[in-house]
């Protein structure tokens, strides 16, 4: 069809983004749709087991990543959803939030969630970012 834009999958080069039964993130035209991301290296081990700092920190370098593959940066983020085990605990997770976005010009939305896919996830964050909308 005319006019079509197909969808390319991103995956950094992680040997658990081989494994996953998904793409890490897609892009469709200049818009990039990054999966959920949790606190795991590119080998698949967990970071920061317990701390909910180390997690988001992890979480965002991973979301990074992701955009790097489109040749997109953090800049070009207009949407996240954030996903935490523990409100009690959101301020941790919203000091590096803070630190990420420090401008905190995207759309935001947060829940809580009783358990994600592993009880040693504390947080899960999936972004939108449209290529060069950032500043």
Do not use: H
């Not at 999958?9 to 658990?16: F, G, I, K, T």
């Not at 035209?29 to 180390?54: C, E, F, H, K």
């Not at 800049?75 to 420090?102: C, G, H, L, Q, S």
Request: hydrophobic letters at 45%.
């Amino acid at each position: 069809q005319i006019g079509v834009t197909k969808k390319v999958a991103l995956n950094p080069d992680w040997p658990r983004a081989a494994n996953a039964g998904f793409a890490m993130g897609m892009q469709v035209g200049d818009t990039v749709y990054v999966s959920g991301q949790v606190a795991l290296d590119g080998d698949g081990n967990i970071v920061g087991v317990g701390d909910m700092s180390a997690q988001a920190r992890q979480v965002f370098d991973n979301i990074e990543a992701v955009l790097a593959e489109a040749g997109a940066t953090m800049a070009d983020i207009v949407k996240i959803t954030t996903y935490v085990t523990d409100m009690a605990r959101y301020a941790e997770y919203n000091a590096v939030r803070a630190a990420v976005f420090p401008d905190a010009r995207i759309a935001s939305a947060t829940v809580t969630s009783p358990r994600l896919v592993k009880p040693e996830y504390l947080v899960e964050v999936e972004a939108t970012a449209v290529i060069g909308s950032g500043p």
